[in-house]
């Protein structure tokens, strides 16, 4: 059963805390000053830097097999007696097991688009000044689409052939597949896979749960 201080409602916040956390812990430590806020959802004003988090599933999302509800058993996958703990109480998988899904997370994911519709929109909104005005814009993307390195350099041509003519546009992409976080450069057309171990991935969730 859910403690009674945490919210059942949909809340994006949970995922943009887990961009930040991962972000510091990651990629650099200049993202610590970062504040979760509303378009762009993460932003240090003193340093310029704006990014907007969001999600991609793939094409035929069939989420709703890895749903974890509170009628359903425990599912058949390795997840320790703790792991399972955690996601019946605070409602939450990401982090925790590729292939499940909490019951609050759901609706995030079920309204997810695949990673190029995404792209398309963000793209666009960066270039009216929906996501106001930085120095520094990022894209952070937690996928379902399982990219391959191939895939990642392919949206990295897509995403740069969009916004080449836009004044305002994206300099970094973060796309996060739980064990594994790619650093897109978008100004030289490169990036960096950095691998995240089981133990980092269950403390940026735990970090993230807390309010």
């Given amino acids: 059963m859910m403690d009674e201080g945490l919210n059942s409602k949909f809340d994006t916040n949970f995922f943009e805390r887990y961009a930040r956390i991962s972000l510091v812990d990651l990629v650099d430590k200049r993202f610590t000053g970062l504040k979760n806020d509303d378009r762009p959802d993460l932003q240090d004003v003193e340093l310029g830097i704006g990014i907007e988090v969001t999600r991609a599933i793939r094409e035929n999302k069939d989420v709703a097999h890895a749903l974890i509800n509170e009628i359903a058993g425990r599912p058949v996958v390795d997840v320790s007696e703790d792991e399972w703990i955690d996601?019946?109480?605070?409602?939450?998988?990401?982090?925790?097991?590729?292939?499940?899904?909490g019951k609050i997370e759901y609706e995030y994911w079920s309204a997810a688009l695949p990673l190029k519709r995404i792209i398309e929109s963000k793209v666009r909104k960066v270039a009216d000044?929906?996501?106001?005005?930085?120095?520094?814009?990022?894209?952070?993307?937690?996928?379902?689409?399982?990219?391959?390195?191939?895939?990642?350099?392919?949206?990295?041509?897509?995403i740069m052939e969009l916004q080449k003519v836009n004044e305002k546009k994206y300099t970094y992409m973060y796309i996060s597949q739980i064990h594994e976080m790619f650093v897109c450069n978008l100004e030289h057309a490169s990036f960096d896979m950095i691998q995240i171990t089981k133990e980092q991935c269950r403390k940026f969730y735990h970090e993230a749960i807390i309010k």
């Fill in 129 to 158: 000044g929906f996501y106001g005005d930085f120095t520094e814009y990022g894209l952070y993307v937690f996928s379902k689409e399982n990219l391959t390195n191939r895939m990642v350099h392919s949206t990295i041509s897509y």
């Fill in 87 to 101: 996601m019946t109480k605070y409602g939450y998988g990401y982090g925790i097991h590729d292939n499940l899904i």
